[in-house]
């Protein structure tokens, strides 16, 4: 445990070095950091997952892609997730290809409404976009009740509660996908025949 805690100081640290002296964003608003190289220049992009400024239940998104003066931020979505405070409503940003990543949002501690939200965001053409939408959804005092919505927003193509369907595909930049607080965050296609 103390090699833990210790190892963690010296994380925030080097953390707190380096944002300082690359972004114009506090160390302590740093939730989650993504290295990959997006734009196939040979050089580390970034996705950092930040906790929104005034508002510390929700995390902000933002994207840089490497050029020849460093870093430049071409993505920055605001309160695009909800963070709870304790184990399994914590935002997580995990790299899944090596043109995508995705940012989940869940609450599988407390409550009977639990739920997962997955949003794949895939760089095209140095446009990032979110390309897919996954939600599920449980109710841990009527066992009988389960929703589930994944929707591929380039194709079109989705799955809700087994059942295939279709709509227009669309190409919704990150920067533009609404706020977590704002009912438009799920697609219209996953909210009809709701259960």
């Known amino acids: 445990m103390t090699k833990l805690v210790i190892f963690s100081l010296i ?23 993504l290295n ?25 998104l933002q994207v840089y892609l490497s ?8 993505s920055d979505a605001v309160a695009i997730g909800w963070r709870g405070l304790f184990w399994g409503a ?25 739920w997962n939200q997955t949003l794949t965001i895939a760089n095209r053409d140095d446009t990032f976009l979110v390309a897919g939408y996954t939600y599920s959804a449980r109710d841990t005092l009527d066992l009988d009740y389960s929703f589930s919505c994944d929707l591929n927003l380039l194709t079109g193509e989705g799955i809700k509660n087994g059942e295939p369907f279709s709509v ?17 965050a799920i697609p219209a296609a996953c909210l009809e025949n709701q259960p």
């Open 90 to 114: 914590q935002p997580i940003l995990e790299t899944t290809s090596s043109r995508s990543f995705q940012l989940t949002t869940e609450n599988e501690s407390f409550g009977r409404n639990r």
């Open 168 to 184: 227009e595909p669309q190409r919704t930049p990150l920067a533009d996908w609404p706020s977590s607080y704002d009912v438009n």
């Open 36 to 60: 990959e190289d997006w734009n196939s220049d040979g050089e580390f992009d970034k996705a950092i997952l930040l906790i929104t400024e005034d508002d510390p239940s929700s995390v902000d």
């Open 67 to 74: 050029d020849e003066d460093g870093l430049t931020l071409v």
């Open 11 to 33: 994380l925030m640290t080097s953390l707190s070095v380096s944002f300082a002296q690359t972004w114009p964003v506090p160390a302590e608003r740093v939730w989650a950091v």
